[in-house]
């Protein structure tokens, strides 16, 4: 049942977070908080993404809510660092923000950097963590198969765990893995399930080894539940930049997976300056505990977006409110 739209306006809070370094193109993260009757919640599609695909994120932040959450089969979630396309002197200092992660994900493909800027920062990323370490490296769709092939041989040598959406099309994804093959390199799903009208299109298709999943864009926690059960992959729970509340959201997902065999990409908060909860959910040895974190006032008060922010996101929140009101379920 979806919830009154006076009602979640009710208690909405618009807040605007500092990040440490560009993230995604951006140096600002907005979110609008909603405290449900099982706590707070949070709805924070990035701003380029239309109505309906936003209306995915609303779905979730009623999940999140107004639902019970499924029965923890763990209390902490291992978490891996993230590694923004900074230059390589600044990975130490970028992992340092992570302490304990024994995993890192190194972003790759940036527009208007180089191959050798990719090597470089994996390169990096593996002195610091150590032959031991395990490091995924993501291009977000930004490879073509040619050059996907090509970037994947030149970043080999550093022991890839596995790589992350290296190209667009659930097609060119089965196509790079069968090229891939004899060198044992994993490849990983995110935008083919969490942007495709089919999420399990990429999994019947062969097309992937280990499927990504985010609580927010698919849905909500029993959402992602059930599409990481119907795939039959081993999944990786990430973060879709998400404050702690959001993180909290991811958490307890991964907490309800039978099986949890990487390290999770919830260890994000760290990339901001600054959080809404009380005590941030950052990375302590490693890994996060799986709790509903407290929201201060006074942190909301002083993370407040500005009046034309604020507008901006009740509006869409109203926008997408309404796309579920004509009939999309809960």
Not at 26 to 37: D, K
């Amino acid at each position: 049942m979806v919830p009154d739209l006076a009602d979640l306006l009710a208690t909405s809070r618009v807040v605007s977070l500092p990040m440490t370094t560009r993230f995604r193109g951006i140096t600002v993260r907005e979110a609008v908080l909603i405290e449900g009757p099982f706590g707070w919640t949070e709805f924070s599609p990035f701003v380029e993404y239309d109505d309906e695909e936003a209306t995915s994120w609303l779905r979730a932040a009623i999940d999140f809510g107004w639902r019970v959450t499924p029965t923890p089969l763990r209390d902490r979630i291992p978490v891996n660092a993230t590694v923004p396309a900074v230059g390589a002197d600044e990975v130490p200092t970028v992992l340092a923000r992570f302490p304990g992660a024994r995993t890192a994900k190194v972003k790759v493909a940036e527009r208007g950097q180089t191959l050798a800027d990719d090597v470089a920062r994996v390169r990096a990323v593996r002195e610091v963590l150590g032959p031991e370490g395990r490091v995924r490296v993501d291009a977000n769709t930004l490879w073509n198969l040619d050059e996907a092939e090509h970037a994947i041989h030149a970043l080999a040598p550093f022991d890839l765990e596995y790589v992350e959406q290296p190209c667009a099309t659930v097609d060119e994804l089965a196509e790079l893995r069968g090229r891939i093959h004899y060198m044992g390199i994993p490849i990983a799903a995110d935008e083919s399930v969490r942007k495709a009208a089919d999420p399990l299109a990429v999994a019947r298709a062969g097309a992937a080894d280990i499927v990504i999943v985010k609580a927010q864009p698919l849905g909500g926690v029993h959402a992602a539940q059930r599409i990481v059960a119907e795939a039959g992959l081993p999944a990786v729970v990430s973060s879709a930049l998400d404050t702690s509340v959001g993180i909290a959201m991811g958490a307890h997902l991964a907490a309800a997976l039978p099986e949890l065999e990487f390290d999770c990409g919830l260890g994000t908060v760290a990339l901001f300056e600054e959080d809404v909860a009380d005590e941030p959910l950052l990375p302590v040895d490693g890994s996060i505990p799986v709790i509903r974190p407290s929201v201060s006032s006074a942190r909301l008060d002083q993370l407040q977006a500005d009046p034309e922010r604020t507008g901006w996101w009740l509006d869409r929140l109203a926008r997408c409110h309404r796309l579920l009101e004509r009939g999309i379920a809960l």
